[in-house]
Each structure stands twice: as C-alpha cells, then as structure tokens.
C-alpha cells in the first residue's frame, strides 16, 4: 500500500476555550446542576420526614441540624435550586410551544428565570421568617 501524499491538518473538535459564555448557555448549565442539586435536597426532605415519624427526639436532632446557620444555608441554596429549577422548566413548555425562540427572545428568558429564582427565593425566606417566626 502507499503512504497519503496529502498531509492536510485534520480538524479538531471544539474546544470550551471556543466558546463564549452566553445567557442561555449559562442557564442551560445551571438548569442542568440544579436539577442535580434537586436530588440531594429530597434526600434532605426524606430524612426530615423519617425524623418526624421517628419520635420527638430524632425530629429535634434534625430540626436543630437543618437550623443552625449551615443548614439554613443549604436549605436556601436547596429553595434556589428548586424554583430556578422550576421557572427553567416553564422555559422550556414555553420554547416547546414554538415561541419565545428568537434570539433576543431567548436572552431575555435567561436573565428573567436568574432575576426571578433569586427574588422568589428571598421572597419566600422573608415571608418565612415574618410569618413563620422563623429566628
């Protein structure tokens, strides 16, 4: 057999360094990590419910737990996680209807649904410390 005469640089396959981070791509992402997130906070859910059907005991060890500042932290990034999760899904019915898929369109989406988790989720943290005595 004979060698290829024709050394021609073959092309390589896109590279993150390529790309420039857009709107819809960064919510894509986070679309993606927060529904993976959504997985830890129901293991979170389970174990409160478990504690609550265990006795008084095993409730207040995990109340105090998801109390203390670490655990209101994550229960707010848990809170997050859910509703830009939530308002991505409803992204997407929307895209799925046929509107909404214009570019400008499409980045206005994107910086609705980060604008809108991160109000809705202080909104509810405020409403649940005013109403719920949360201290």
Known sequence: MSKPTATHARPLSPHLSVYRFIPTMV??????ITGAALYFGTILLVIWLVAAASGPEAFETVNGIYGSWFGRLILFGYTWALLHHMLGGIRHLIWDTGHGLEKQTATKFAYAT???????????WVAGYAFGGGA
């Open 27 to 32: 919510m894509s992402i986070l679309h993606r």
């Open 114 to 124: 980060i604008i809108g988790s991160v109000t809705l989720t202080v909104l509810i």
